[in-house]
């Protein structure tokens, strides 16, 4: 009933070019719930008389992603276009930055990959001067500066403000 | 009525006055920042609670909730950019009486307007909460999962103009609930030890929150600054005043209820109020260039409608906005099971809370008229420092959760999630809703069969079950009506469009008043 009836409703009367992308999200949404079934089928049956098995929610959620999934792709296919969310700082009438976007998650996974290592402090700075960098600013040194005040900052604030003791990797001991 | 008094005791205590200072100015100041909103900035906080006592958590909480709706009209005033949609019918006439050099007046009849609905609504809130969880607090399993069925209904129907993009961020959010040992069998798991537990709520949130917005915005940045309106000391002449108090109170009128209903939202009643103090004004010429009505009216639907989420959060343990939806995961991160028994397990809290709801309002507007001017000013925080600094305080937040750099890579693998949902149009509110409530929909179904053993029926042998059911199917066969009038008009709409290019103007206006139904 709904996948019918909305695919009209979101299409933009105003037609125009198929969104290629959109059939990539309609994939991921058939592999997630292919792997949720699959996950679902390693499941063994609790008590004979349980009547909500650990399966039960699974296959359900399962079959109804890969639904989605293939309604998503007859919609795109039938000229569905997003409105992609709008903000503040949007500015929509420009294509995707994937550099900025590329240049993000390279920090934010330089990040996860040091954190133990270079603990919070240093870490986090170093967070907060490549995502400025990235995001086009080129005052690095004030940048590393704030960023610094903020990690230390952060790190104190989280010791002794909130007892919550951060790792401080390889500053153990100096902070 | 002793409750209420033991009440105002804890939330007037110094240090929960200050707790209740912070949130307001902290609210107000992620309100008025461009790109976070009022749920990105309680995500971003949740950190705090594990530290922090609950009442002087919730407290502080109320505190952004209410100066974060105040913030996120200020934006939308003085930049005509709304940031929620529940500020979109504020930018309309209050940008355009900013434009008119009236930019204090729509200020100040925003601050006092949100002051006079959020009193109202607080003082409806002290008198429905107690009765409606004397209620609720009798329903079995089969009404409460009937119940948060309707949840689900709601955040994926009504709210949002597209429904298949709804089901797909919920049963999203349902397979992410699904992961975990909760049944005693590990359930998408990857055979990885750290997905034992399952997700924290903390990590989901601030990743679709803040890290998915951050991203998306940085993929989109506009590279050349916003016009901002200057602004002085807001204040309303006699005549503002007059044709303001009207609005105000029908304003509220139309959010409380919207607010209070499961399926309810800001969006709606902003709307109705609008359209309702246009037909009811002496000024209609006025609409559309800056009338003092069409932002004191709305401004007061989406105060007290934020006050009506709390009756369904407190009594039912249902988040039916995106800010509620990470209050409730704040009560879960102290072990307090938000539901039907919230009030008797907790009163103390529950009555702090909506003691300090009066104290955080009353705060604002002390505090925010002075400083309009002062906030104007966080609008011109140059970009690369704020998203740096939204992304900065998210991995901060995600590390503190268990000190584990596996859960910044969930960040990660969840914020490009939610930058694919802003791409593609997926509301975030179902996602982080069934995240919320799929593992206890699924223990109240558990539970309602098992002591049926395992009789289907028993999920309608419930009054309270089969309303709710009734009143699903009502909305189902309403929508469906509506969506078909829907198609009707935009077949004669693009018929038209063929004709002449020039009307795509007119025609995405149609499309947004067509979403506000």
């Known amino acids: 009933m709904s996948g019918d009836g909305t695919a009209a409703a979101t299409t933009s009367p105003a037609g125009g070019a198929v969104d290629k992308a959109q059939y990539g999200m309609a994939g991921f949404l058939v592999l997630v719930g292919g792997y949720v079934l699959w996950d679902a089928s390693t499941l063994t049956e609790g008590f004979a008389d349980q009547p909500v098995h650990a399966y039960t929610f699974p296959y359900a959620i399962g079959a109804v992603l890969v639904a989605l999934g293939v309604a998503l792709a007859v919609a795109t296919a039938r000229g569905d276009r997003p409105q992609a969310d709008d903000g503040e700082d949007v500015d929509l009438s420009q294509g995707t930055d994937l550099r900025t976007l590329g240049l993000l998650v390279a920090v934010l996974v330089g990040t996860m990959l040091t954190i133990d290592w270079l603990g919070w402090a240093i870490t986090g700075a170093l967070l907060f001067t490549g995502a400025t960098w990235a995001l086009g600013s080129r005052t690095w040194v004030r940048n590393l500066a704030v960023g610094t005040a903020l990690s230390i900052g952060s790190w104190y604030g989280f010791y002794v403000g909130l007892g919550v003791p951060i790792p401080a990797g390889i500053l153990d001991g100096v902070l | 009525m002793d409750l209420l008094l033991d009440g105002f005791a804890t939330a007037l205590t110094p240090e929960n006055l200050l707790f209740a200072t912070l949130g307001v100015l902290l609210g107000t100041a992620v309100g008025v920042l461009p790109g976070i909103g009022p749920a990105m900035a309680l995500a971003l906080l949740l950190p705090v609670t594990y530290s922090v006592g609950p009442d002087s958590a919730i407290i502080m909480f109320a505190g952004i909730y209410y100066g974060g709706m105040y913030g996120g009209s200020t934006t939308s005033i003085l930049l005509n950019t709304p940031g929620e949609s529940s500020s979109v019918i504020t930018a309309i006439e209050g940008n355009k009486m900013a434009k008119a050099g009236r930019a204090?007046?729509?200020?100040?009849?925003?601050?006092?307007?949100?002051?006079?609905?959020?009193?109202i609504a607080t003082v409806l809130l002290w008198v429905l909460v107690p009765r409606v969880a004397d209620i609720v607090v009798q329903l079995g399993a089969p009404s409460y999962f009937a119940i948060m069925l309707l949840a689900f209904f709601a955040v994926t129907m009504v709210l949002g103009s597209s429904k298949l993009r709804g089901f797909i961020s919920l049963f999203l959010g349902l397979a992410i609930a699904m992961i975990g040992t909760q049944t005693g069998q590990a359930r998408l798991t990857f055979d990885q030890p750290l997905l034992a537990d399952g997700i924290d709520i903390v990590v989901v949130a601030v990743a679709i929150f803040a890290i998915g917005e951050a991203l998306w915005v940085a993929a989109h940045l506009r590279r050349k600054p916003l016009e901002i309106i200057p602004v002085g000391q807001p204040w309303m002449s006699r005549s503002d005043w007059r044709r303001s108090w009207k609005p105000w109170l029908r304003g509220t009128a139309y959010g409380f209820p919207f607010g209070a209903l499961p399926a309810g939202g800001a969006e709606v009643p902003t709307f109705l109020s609008y359209a309702t103090e246009?037909?009811?004004?002496?000024?209609?010429?006025?609409?559309?260039?800056?009338?003092?009505?069409?932002?004191?009216?709305p401004e007061a639907a989406n105060n007290a409608s934020a006050a009506g989420t709390l009756l369904p959060l407190l009594t039912l343990g249902l988040p039916t906005t995106a800010t509620a939806a990470v209050m409730l995961s704040a009560f879960e991160g102290y072990g307090i099971q938000p539901g039907p028994q919230l009030l008797d397990a907790e009163p103390g809290l529950v009555w702090g809370l909506l003691a300090s709801l009066v104290i955080a309002n009353a705060l604002l507007l002390l505090i925010n008229l002075p400083m309009a001017p002062l906030w104007a000013k966080l609008l011109r925080v140059p970009r690369p420092q704020l998203y740096a600094g939204i992304l900065f305080f998210a991995c901060l937040g995600a590390y503190t959760v268990n000190f584990q750099a596996f859960d910044l890579g969930l960040l990660l693998a969840l914020g490009l999630l939610g930058l694919a949902m802003r791409r593609f149009a997926l509301p975030v509110l179902p996602l982080i809703v069934a995240v919320i409530l799929g593992p206890r929909l699924?223990?109240?179904?558990t539970e309602a069969l098992t002591i049926?053993?395992?009789?289907?029926?028993?999920?309608?042998?419930?009054?309270?079950?089969?309303?709710?059911?009734?009143?699903?199917?009502?909305?189902?066969?309403?929508?469906?009506?509506?969506?078909?009038?829907?198609?009707a008009t935009e077949t004669i709409i693009a018929s038209r469009a063929t004709e002449s290019e020039s009307d795509v103007e007119h025609e995405s206006d149609v499309e947004q008043k067509e979403s506000h139904r």
């Open chain 2, 442 to 445: 699924e223990l109240q179904l």
């Open chain 2, 104 to 119: 204090a007046q729509a200020l100040a009849t925003a601050a006092i307007g949100s002051f006079v609905a959020g009193t």
């Open chain 2, 452 to 487: 049926s053993q395992g009789d289907v029926s028993t999920l309608w042998s419930e009054p309270v079950a089969i309303i709710v059911y009734a009143l699903m199917a009502l909305l189902a066969f309403v929508m469906g009506v509506g969506a078909l009038r829907r198609r």
């Open chain 2, 278 to 297: 246009k037909k009811l004004s002496k000024h209609p010429e006025e609409f559309g260039k800056g009338a003092i009505e069409g932002v004191a009216g």
